[in-house]
């Protein structure tokens, strides 16, 4: 009995030597690391890390353990806790956590039980994907079929400096049960700039119910592939469905908005933003890429646009850009209300990142430029009056008077304006220029060069800030001691045109007649 009992024992024995030495013998995964970075928007809160695949190279068999991916120093915004099966290459929803993170394995690496993964939003040193391997995975040593690839990470990026990269580095637990054989970091991301804002302001005129402004601007992607559309971009006029090219979704629920903002619109004028603003890109490159309007305000200080594209790859191949001036965008005035002032204008993209916000992506995005770029002048409208010759001579005996009528109250229905005049003079003894007090509809300003300009002899120009003002100038002299006065003579002021209507400047005669945007009596002639 004793005899069995001792060979049993050493049957046992051998047998555990056997099962240890095959344990041994056994050979864990190795892996080349690899990355496919992604360019990242700058102040971005959601965006796509790029993938990493681990690619298996020798004949293996997997134990039990973890790997677990750290993208360094930021927050994955898309993690769940959640346990995921590790999901199939050969369909792109299979092993998508409920965050939009997928991972996917192949070959010897497929799909089985207890093989999952999880994500953690954020640790000492970044966030993680930790994916749990079971025993019993097989490598055959090609590492074209035998594979696991992470995709889908969205992190928040929008505390980067431009030009930041992202990296993302393994570990195994335990340690040994995984091999890195190459890296054990690769850079999975590049910070890039988001946008460029170029504006060009111009002005308008009160008395111009509606206008075209020379203003514009132009918005381009600091970085190709910006811009993105996701899912079907409603505007006010238009719908656009995702393009066939469309980017994986990994848990995106808008496309990449744009929102205008200006500040400090003068009462009185409204701005028309277009409904849908065509890409800058040449249409021969295949591309419909647009923004379109989603809303704007009351008074069109703020827009917000959708974009949207017909070839989500060319847009991604090409920074795109769009421009608004005068030919989409309408600067209506109000006669009645208008005020003058001055409006700037900035730009971000959007949606934002309040607090609880759920949209993706989003950004955490400020307004753009700073300081802000002038965009718009609104002026009063003025007359402008050219009084060809006055004299106070010293010593000569001539005297000069002005008179200036605001004929803004008539029988015609002309809504009342008033405001004060500037004179400037111009020629010998020229004093500094003189604003009289405001002159109110159906009123005349009158005075004497003896007393506003004495000694004075030129000419001058009044700047009335009130439409249909009218000036007449009487000159007086003697040359006989005791006489009273041997000369008199009295003329009309010539009106000059509205600089504000022609640019800001003077137009030295009738404009070219093909001009559509200065009328032919804008220029300067002879007579009123």
């Known amino acids: 009995m004793r005899g069995k009992i001792k060979l049993v024992s050493v049957v046992l024995f051998a047998m555990l030597m056997l099962g240890f030495a095959s344990v041994v013998n056994a050979q864990t995964p190795v892996y080349v690391v690899s990355s496919n970075p ?37 927050v994955i915004k898309n993690a769940s806790s959640t346990p995921t099966f590790v999901g199939n290459p050969v369909d792109p929803t299979d092993g998508v956590a409920p965050g939009g993170i997928r991972v996917q394995g192949a070959g010897g690496f497929a799909p089985t039980a207890n093989y999952s ?50 990296t993302a580095s393994l570990s195994s637990s335990p340690p040994t049960a995984n091999t890195f054989a190459n890296v054990s970091v690769v850079r999975v991301a590049t910070v890039n700039e988001s946008l460029i804002l170029t504006a060009k302001s111009g002005s308008v005129a009160i008395c111009s119910a509606t206008t075209s402004a020379a203003n514009s601007i132009k918005i381009t992607e600091g970085s190709a592939g910006v811009f993105v559309q996701y899912v079907t971009s409603i505007g006010q006029a238009t719908s656009v469905p995702a393009p066939p090219d469309a980017r994986d979704k990994f848990g995106a ?45 009351a008074s069109g200080d703020a827009a917000l646009y959708d974009f949207a594209t017909t070839s989500q790859a060319i847009s991604d191949a090409n920074p ?10 309408t ?61 106070n001579a010293t010593g000569i005996g001539f005297d000069s008077g002005m008179a200036i009528a605001n004929t803004t109250k008539d029988p015609y229905g002309t ?44 000419y001058a120009i009044a700047v009335a800030q009130f439409q ?49 945007f200065v009328p032919p009596a804008l220029g300067e002639q002879l007579g009123q």
């Open 320 to 329: 795109e850009s769009f421009t608004f001036d005068s030919t989409n965008v």
């Open 331 to 391: 600067v209506n005035i109000d006669v009645n209300t208008a005020v003058p002032g001055s409006a700037t204008i900035q730009i971000q993209l959007y949606p934002p990142n309040p607090t609880g916000a759920t949209a993706v992506p989003r950004f955490n995005h400020p307004l753009i430029n700073s300081p802000a770029d002038p965009i718009i002048g609104v002026n009063k409208c003025t007359t402008n009056l050219l009084f060809t010759f006055l004299t």
């Open 253 to 297: 629920k808008n496309n990449t908005q744009i929102n205008i903002v200006l500040s400090t619109l003068p009462a009185g004028t409204t701005i028309t933003w277009p409904s849908t603003v065509a890409s800058d890109v040449l249409t021969s490159l295949g591309d419909g890429g647009e923004l379109n309007l989603i809303s704007q305000s």
């Open 415 to 458: 809504a009342a304006q008033s405001g004060p005049i500037t004179i400037y003079f111009y020629g010998t003894n020229a004093p500094a220029p003189l604003t009289t007090p405001d002159v109110a509809a159906g009123t005349v300003w009158a005075n004497s060069l003896s007393t506003i300009a004495p000694g004075f002899q030129g």
């Open 38 to 74: 992604n360019e990242v928007t700058h102040y971005g809160v959601t965006e796509v890390m790029g993938r990493v695949q681990l690619s298996v190279t020798n004949t293996s068999t997997s134990v039990g353990s973890s790997i677990t991916i750290t993208f360094g120093g930021v």
């Open 117 to 166: 993964f999880t994500s953690v939003s954020s640790t000492g040193t970044g966030g993680q994907v930790i994916i749990s391997l079971p025993a019993g995975l097989t490598g055959t040593g090609n590492p074209n079929v035998d594979y696991i690839t992470i995709d889908g990470v969205r992190a928040d990026v929008s505390t980067k400096a431009v030009g930041t990269d992202i």
């Open 468 to 516: 249909y003002a009218h000036g007449y100038a009487f000159i007086t002299g003697k040359y006989n001691p005791g006489s009273v006065y041997d000369v008199a003579e009295g003329y009309v002021a010539i009106v000059i045109p509205d600089p504000t209507q022609t640019g800001g400047t003077r137009l030295a005669g009738p404009p070219i007649q093909n001009n559509l």
